[in-house]
């Protein structure tokens, strides 16, 4: 059973894996309801054709369509953390953690050796997700996100290493 069958096995209702075009507007739905500056249909299309992008998705019970995703872009060995989000009715589960546990396999997997971010600092639960997932913070962008008020918010750049014996899981126990 490869690492991946185990994966899905142990997570009963929530799985994750890959997401093709066809989700693209589904994507775009989930976009629109995380972030002020919403990615298009379109947007998804593209980056879903695009062979330096890693998108999972999240799939709850027998659900067809996603409600939650990853997506990151490649180069060379080191990846950036594009956007992550679930759907409202999907969040304070856990489910974020399966969906960037596989996502970080994943890249693994795929020979990623460094994976980078932006998150905004006052997002509690995306900046509490990526430190149990190891990121650590390596600098700080202030402005870096345009807010709907006209206002500025700052970013917080985070990085996570992987090494060669390292799976992707927070140190701590399974969730
Ligand atoms: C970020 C996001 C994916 C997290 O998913 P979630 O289901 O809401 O979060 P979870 O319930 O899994 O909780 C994640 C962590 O945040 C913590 N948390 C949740 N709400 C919190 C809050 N209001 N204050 C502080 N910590 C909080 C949880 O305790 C958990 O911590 P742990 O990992 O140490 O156990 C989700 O909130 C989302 O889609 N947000 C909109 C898009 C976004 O901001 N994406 C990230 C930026 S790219």
Do not use: C, K
Not at 58 to 87: I, K, N
Not at 109 to 120: D, K, S
Not at 127 to 145: D, H, K, N, T
């Amino acid at each position: 059973m490869s690492w991946l069958d185990r994966f899905r096995a142990g997570h009963g209702q929530a799985r994750v894996g890959p997401v093709s075009v066809d989700h693209a507007p589904r994507l775009a739905e989930i976009h629109a309801g995380a972030f002020a500056r919403p990615w298009s249909t379109e947007d998804f299309e593209r980056f879903l054709l695009d062979r330096a992008i890693r998108a999972d998705g999240l799939f709850l019970g027998r659900e067809r369509d996603p409600a939650g995703f990853a997506v990151s872009r490649t180069v060379l060995d080191e990846a950036e953390v594009l956007s992550v989000a679930l759907a409202r009715p999907a969040r304070g589960r856990g489910h974020s953690g399966t969906l960037l546990a596989y996502h970080i396999q994943a890249l693994a997997h795929a020979g990623i050796a460094r994976i980078h971010l932006e998150v905004e600092d006052g997002n509690l639960p995306a900046l509490a997700l990526y430190r149990r997932f190891g990121f650590v913070q390596s600098g700080v962008r202030p402005g870096y996100y345009a807010r709907p008020d006209g206002t500025r918010a700052t970013a917080m750049s985070m990085t996570r290493i992987l090494s060669g014996s390292d799976p992707g899981f927070p140190s701590g126990p399974a969730r």
